[in-house]
């Protein structure tokens, strides 16, 4: 496909989750797109959402998907609740528009299959939003390893640790969200190791807890997972929402990877200016770094506008959510779950 | 200090006695060193008397300080025992958890002390821990880690073979194994994987060990023995309801030079001040308990347990299974 010679048409469908904000605002801010919002339905007390959102970002807002959609956009950004991304992904490709999708990608596997199988049938690209694999310091990682400077890779471990999320309520509804903290954080780190290493998980084996936020906690708020994969490697992955509300800063992703040529450490939202607040004498961190969110965003568009299939695709999407769905049956059995790719 | 000498006999001259002999010296005692192989090249480097025959050893000493490789500390801490003698036995206690058990058993009956060597309960960094969450400051504890890291340890071919040794897991793993049991409490269930790669001469061996604990707390332990280049680091975090602690001892040095020439510093110039040496603190510790002094933090129940939490983690290599150690209890 050609480059387009207007510019770029893009849908957001929904602002229930947090990131919709930042995509809104990179492609506003790019001048060169034509954005359309809508974030319909009952929204929760005291969450901006909806048409006060959009007026607040200054982005145009219809009322309905089918307006939404009616608009034509080349592509659909979906930021809904993890548990509605089925049914959104089959509006957006039914309309023929391509489509980034917030991860996790889904919350069963019927339904991951099933958009698959709805992308595939309206000839539509499906991208999942695992952002962290843009980081240049991974690029830098896969590139030692690429070129053999790790030797046989073996081990791995990963830590993604945040708040318990706050801002938008249905995080913590497991209905919504599909569980706790092994949803909403063992991907990033599976979504790594598929970029790294691209070899299938085989099995895994998780144990949870809700110790922490145990008075609001509708699942687990604890995790950690060892994952087996085809090539060998085995991974370690904490999932915890175990940073406390009062922390400067929100969280962060690490990852040390071990081969017999030695290790690499990174941290992925690291590097930080650090003082003492005189009053409190409470940390202050200021985070620095590039907007990962940024550069997936650009390579998502790069893909729209020439017409080729972007990574992470809807079988990374499916793959570490299969991951995510043995863990959970792991916490809960207390067995190693094995997985099959059918 | 006690007015006459203590009389302690080393068994084993390999790696640890180097950590062991000199602190022993320091505390005024009096050491014979019985090895297989390099006695007399340890009392050359350290001082202490080198002797021929086990029988000797056990003939002038009052302690015996078992330092020899994993498998053979059952026959020899027995032997010790029962020649009426207070042990410190190299960790882990024993390879399998039944001589772990027995010995346990052995001390209890003859009414002699045991005391393993977990020397990481005597790093001031693991110490901090533990007071931090005894003292409550981090509330009830959710989740923890720890990682330990360094090169694996090719000197001697008894380490790689896991029937011996019980691999990274036993013998290395089973330091932060301790620890978790120590801070977070007794442990119910336990998986793991692991993963070797390398050559003969050069091999790579990394673990990964999921504990729950009794309280519900989840831990973490990661082990690697990596390529010969590797640094020695550990790390952990530790995660309750009021607060955390982490430590990595990569962030911590705080003596960092990049001069242009380095100078000979002649010798072993310790990394810390000797006094406040792990090893010396635990040392002291168990050979003051011996002397009619306080029951150490670590106790033969702590080793045992220990040995138990990594044979439950090699089951569980076996067979692809999560342990649950509650049964049969």
Redesign the interface.
């Known amino acids: 496909m050609s480059t387009l010679d207007r510019p770029l048409k893009i849908a957001v469908m929904s602002f229930a989750h947090t990131h919709a904000r930042g995509y809104v605002e990179l492609l506003t801010s790019s001048g060169s797109i034509s954005v359309l919002t809508s974030d319909p339905g009952v929204h929760p007390e005291g969450e901006l959402r909806g048409r006060a959102l959009a007026e607040s970002l200054g982005v145009d807002y219809v009322d309905t998907f089918e307006e939404l959609l009616a608009w034509h956009p080349d592509a659909v950004i979906i930021t809904s609740e993890n548990a509605n991304h089925r049914a959104h992904v089959e509006l957006a490709a039914a309309a023929g528009a391509h489509i980034l999708c917030e991860k996790p990608l889904a919350t069963t596997l019927d339904d991951g299959k099933a958009m698959l199988a709805a992308a595939e049938a309206a000839g539509v690209m499906l991208m999942v939003a695992f952002p962290v694999r843009f980081a240049s310091t991974f690029a830098h990682l896969k590139a030692d390893y690429d070129a053999g400077a790790l030797g046989q890779v073996l081990s791995v471990r990963g830590s993604n640790n945040g708040k318990v999320p706050s801002e938008r309520a249905w995080f913590t509804d497991p209905a919504l969200s599909g569980g706790g903290a092994l949803v909403d954080h063992v991907v990033h780190i599976a979504d790594l190791l598929e970029a790294l290493m691209g070899s299938a998980p085989l099995s895994v084996t998780a144990v949870t807890n809700r110790t922490l936020h145990a008075e609001r906690a509708k699942a687990e708020t604890a995790g950690l997972v060892t994952i087996s994969y085809a090539n060998g490697v085995i991974a370690a992955i904490d999932c915890s929402w175990s940073r406390p509300a009062t922390a400067a800063t929100w969280g962060g992703v690490k990852l040390t990877v071990t081969g017999t040529g030695g290790t690499v450490d990174i941290d992925f939202f690291g590097p930080r200016a650090r003082g003492l607040d005189t009053l409190t004498g409470r940390p202050i961190e200021s985070t620095y770094g590039p907007n990962f969110d940024e550069a997936l965003l650009g390579t998502f568009l790069d893909a729209v506008r020439a017409g080729v299939q972007p990574q992470p695709d809807g079988n990374v999407g499916l793959r570490t959510l299969r991951i995510v769905l043995a863990a959970q049956e792991s916490a809960l059995t207390g067995q190693t779950v094995s997985i099959t790719e059918d | 200090m006690t007015n006459s000498p203590l009389k302690i006999g080393l068994i084993g001259a390999g790696g640890i006695s180097n950590s062991h002999l000199p602190h022993l010296l320091t505390l005024g005692a009096e050491v014979f060193v019985y090895s297989e192989d390099g006695a007399p090249e340890l009392v050359a480097r350290y001082g202490g008397t080198a002797v021929d025959t086990l029988e000797e050893l056990l003939e002038l000493v009052d302690y015996v300080d078992v330092a020899t490789p994993t498998f053979t500390h059952y026959a020899l801490v027995k032997r010790a025992l029962e020649a009426g003698k207070d042990v410190i036995s190299e960790k882990p206690l024993a390879r399998h958890d039944s001589e772990a058990a027995e010995l346990e058993e052995l001390a209890a009956s003859l009414g002699r002390k045991l005391y393993p060597a977990h020397v990481v309960r005597f790093f001031p960094e693991y110490v901090r821990l533990y007071e931090a969450v005894k003292s409550g400051s981090l509330g ?4 923890l ?1 720890f ?1 330990r ?1 360094g090169a694996f340890p090719t000197r001697t071919p008894w380490f790689a073979d896991r029937a011996l040794s019980g691999g990274i897991i036993m013998d290395q793993m089973i330091h932060d194994l301790d620890i978790a049991r120590w801070v977070a409490g007794e442990v119910t ?1 336990v ?1 793991a ?6 050559t003969a001469e ?1 091999p ?5 060990v ?3 604990h009794e309280s ?5 332990v ?1 082990g ?1 023995w ?2 010969a ?2 640094p020695f680091t550990t790390e952990y ?1 530790v ?3 009021l ?2 602690l982490e430590h990595s001892s990569a962030a911590e040095r705080n003596y960092v030079s990049n001069l242009a020439v380095a100078v000979e510093q002649g010798g072993l110039l310790p990394d810390v001040d000797p006094a406040e040496n792990p090893y010396f603190v635990e040392l002291r510790e168990y050979t003051q308990s011996f002397a009619g002094g306080a029951e150490p933090r670590v106790t033969v129940k702590d080793g045992a347990a220990a040995v138990r939490i990594a044979n439950a983690a090699l089951t569980s290599l076996e067979t ?3 342990v ?1 150690l509650t049964e049969g209890k």
């Open positions: 009830e504890l959710a989740v880690r990682s890291s269930r998986s994987v692991s993963s070797q790669a390398g050069a790579v061996e990394a673990a990964h999921l504990l729950t519900g707390a989840i831990s973490h990661a690697l990596g390529p280049h590797l975090s995660t309750g309801t607060g955390s692809g299974q999560p649950d």
